[in-house]
T-cell receptor, first 112, second 121 residues
Framework: QSVLTQPPSVSAAPGQKVTISCSGSSSNIGNNYVSWYQQLPGTAPQLIIFDDDKRPSGIPDRFSGSKSGTSATLGITGLQTGDEAKYYC?????????????FGGGTSLTVL | QVTLRESGPALVKATETLTLTCTFSGFSLTTSGMCVSWIRQPPGKALEWLARIDWDDDKYYSLSLKTRLNISKDTSKNQVVLMMTDMDPADTAMYYCVRFSVSPTKAFDHWGQGTLITVSS
């Protein structure tokens, strides 16, 4: 059971837009920056969003991030078949006075 | 160019201690703000953060695994070592070495390709 809650799967047609939610609490998302990772089949994850809404160089602006309260959202527009992957959100959790990084359970994106 | 490469035994037996080495290039763990973490992923399951070591030798561990983990660094060799004691078949996973930079990203911005560790009973 992950500390951050993501939907197991989402799907949309090529060219369409999809959003992936990540729900947490005040001990994690509510008070810490969220990052998002894309894991293509058989490969290591890749950072696609950091500091809630910033994109590393090389990540297309079709990918966007936002946060409100204790929830974060990843948006992908102009879907391509190459976007089919598993997406993870993550952030620090500061319960129990420590620093503990937590990931969501991951969301599989299918581009129909 | 930042690269990280994990190395370790592909197979360990239950109750043994796993030692993983991360050899990296393109940055230094003596540079303020640089950190290295270990993250694992059991087959078909989600990512799980294990530990982090910082440029100033601060160390952080997963709350659920901290009694079994030890992370250390050798800055002269650009290496980070993770030891995990009392291995169990449930620890079978891909283990990733990952750079975490406090600035600018505050995220895991470079990942190794991972090394698959299988624990036999």
């Amino acid at each position: 059971q992950s500390v951050l809650t993501q939907p197991p799967s989402v799907s949309a047609a090529p060219g369409q837009k999809v959003t992936i939610s990540c729900s947490g609490s005040s001990s994690n998302i509510g008070n810490n920056y969220v990052s998002w990772y894309q894991q293509l089949p058989g490969t290591a994850p890749q950072l696609i969003i950091f500091d809630d809404d910033k994109r590393p160089s090389g990540i297309p602006d079709r990918f966007s991030g936002s946060k409100s309260g204790t929830s974060a959202t990843l948006g992908i527009t102009g879907l391509q078949t190459g976007d089919e992957a598993k997406y993870y959100c993550g952030t620090w959790d500061t319960r129990l006075g420590g620093l503990n990084w937590v990931f969501g359970g991951g969301t599989s994106l299918t581009v129909l | 160019q930042v690269t990280l490469r994990e190395s370790g035994p592909a197979l360990v037996k239950a109750t043994e201690t796993l030692t993983l080495t991360c050899t990296f290039s393109g940055f230094s763990l003596t540079t303020s703000g640089m950190c290295v973490s270990w993250i694992r992923q059991p087959p078909g399951k989600a990512l799980e953060w294990l530990a982090r070591i910082d440029w100033d030798d601060d160390k952080y561990y997963s709350l659920s695994l901290k009694t079994r983990l030890n992370i250390s660094k050798d800055t002269s060799k650009n290496q980070v070592v993770l030891m995990m004691t009392d291995m169990d078949p449930a620890d079978t996973a891909m283990y990733y070495c990952v750079r975490f930079s406090v600035s600018p990203t505050k995220a895991f911005d470079h990942w190794g390709q991972g090394t698959l560790i299988t624990v036999s009973s």
